[in-house]
């Protein structure tokens, strides 16, 4: 399945550091997302991007940055994240909204 | 609010056995209502969508859930579950036409034995 792509696999970082994750779908979509999931607890939809505009914000701190250059792309700045952000990243992308969405493999984040 | 709610943590079954796993939300508008599975090492994908029609979705794999408004349900049924069912499950809630809040359920892992 390579529909939707994410890299890293696996991140470790520091509280100070400055990473990226990237996602990139090759299935012509139109909307993209990410998603938090952390142990024990329910998936959480952090951005919606439609048309590369983001539509949706769910009060994710603003130490997570969201970017869409393109309707293929989606990157998640991190800056300054705290232990209880380790979790694993996950980014989906559909034709519309509300879609099917289609799941990439996930970035698995530990910050130290 | 709104929330989404997977009372069955972990079910265990043996091959043949039916299946039924809940999924409840609150809200009393519109909602489009999913059921997406992952099986171990493998991506999440989904299963079966009911947005309007029949309220009995039929999924991949012999999978099906009904729709209850007035229970506000979504339950998850197979009759007879397979080994290669051996995954979790989990429920996505989209509530009212033009609101992106969407909401998944913490998922219920299902173990089949052989």
């Known amino acids: 399945e390579t529909g939707v792509t994410q890299t890293p696999r696996h991140l470790v970082m520091g509280m100070t550091n400055k990473k990226s994750l990237k996602c990139e779908q090759h299935?012509?979509?139109?909307?993209m997302y990410w998603y938090k999931q952390s142990a024990k607890k329910p998936l959480e939809l952090m951005f919606v991007?439609?048309?590369?505009?983001?539509?949706e914000n769910n009060s994710v701190p603003s130490r997570f940055s969201p970017e869409c250059p393109n309707s293929s792309h989606l990157f998640l700045h991190l800056h300054t994240l705290q232990p209880e952000d380790s979790a694993l990243y996950l980014c989906?992308?559909?034709?519309?909204?509300?879609?099917?969405?289609?799941f990439g493999p996930g970035t698995r984040l530990t910050v130290l | 609010a709104q929330s989404v709610s997977q009372h069955n943590h972990h079910v265990i079954l043996s091959e043949a056995a039916s299946l039924e796993l809940g999924c409840n939300y609150s809200?009393?508008?519109?909602?489009?209502l999913f059921w997406y599975v992952q099986y171990p090492g493998q991506h999440l994908q989904l299963l079966l969508k009911?947005?309007?029609?029949?309220?009995l979705v039929k999924g991949i794999k012999g999978f099906e859930a009904e729709f209850i408004k007035s229970k506000f349900s979504f339950n998850l049924r197979k009759p007879s579950v397979q080994w290669s069912d051996t995954a979790e499950y989990f429920c996505?809630?989209?509530?009212?036409?033009?609101?992106?809040?969407?909401?998944f359920g913490a998922g219920t892992r299902l173990t089949v034995k052989p």
């Open positions: 996505a809630v989209r509530f009212g036409n033009n609101n992106n809040d969407m909401r």
């Open positions: 299935l012509g979509h139109n909307a």
């Open positions: 991007y439609n048309f590369k505009e983001q539509t």
């Open positions: 989906a992308s559909s034709q519309g909204w509300p879609d099917t969405q289609y």
């Open positions: 009911y947005f309007s029609g029949d309220p």
């Open positions: 809200y009393g508008g519109t909602v489009n």
